[in-house]
């Protein structure tokens, strides 16, 4: 319940919402329930790290498999990917996380994308490719969440250019996977 109320503070009201105070009051606990349970403010924001990240890679996986079967789209897995760093908050919660020196509070998520893609992976660690892939495209949805739509706007681009770029980039990993697999 803590978890899904700080995901839910963090979609509406950013990063700094998520304190122990604000969880509690949202699912009527005291902010000393929450204290013993994850320790500190830290602790509740690596938790909710962890929370999206298992959400979000599950999400992913799931449109990956699917797109190599033809059930699914390239966009979906593109769509998935930016919306988590946009729509929610991932982007901003790393972005909070690392100017209040909680850098080690991204590790359950940089190790969920990491498992992900060995998991995904034709030969799990050694998948070099799938690894170029996804750090292009996490890179590039965490840019276009943060200051995509200034840039874009400002470039006198479409809104959604990154995303556009994504699904080429990732269509082509698609396609070299799917000659690989035919032969």
């Excluded at 700080?6 to 606990?29: C, H, Y």
């Excluded at 962890?50 to 059930?71: D, H, N």
């Excluded at 988590?84 to 590790?107: P, R, Y």
């Amino acid at each position: 319940m803590a978890l899904s109320a700080a995901r839910d503070l963090l979609i509406e009201s950013g990063p700094q919402a998520v304190t122990l105070k604000a969880v509690a009051g949202r699912i009527g606990r005291t902010h000393a329930n929450l204290l013993h349970h994850f320790g500190s403010a830290s602790g509740l924001q690596k938790a909710l790290a962890a929370y999206l990240s298992a959400e979000v890679c599950g999400m992913i996986s799931q449109a990956i498999m699917k797109s190599r079967t033809g059930e699914g789209s390239v966009r979906d897995i593109v769509d998935l990917t930016f919306d988590a760093f946009d729509k929610q908050g991932a982007a901003a919660l790393w972005s909070w996380m690392m100017l209040t020196g909680n850098e080690d509070a991204l590790d359950p998520i940089v190790d969920a994308i990491h498992a992900l893609v060995d998991d995904i992976g034709e030969n799990g660690h050694q998948d070099h490719e799938m690894h170029e892939d996804t750090h292009t495209l996490v890179l590039m949805a965490l840019g276009d969440a943060l200051i995509g739509e200034r840039l874009s706007d400002s470039l006198d681009l479409s809104r959604n250019i990154a995303r556009d770029m994504a699904e080429q980039q990732l269509q082509m990993a698609l396609d070299r996977w799917k000659k690989e697999h035919d032969e």
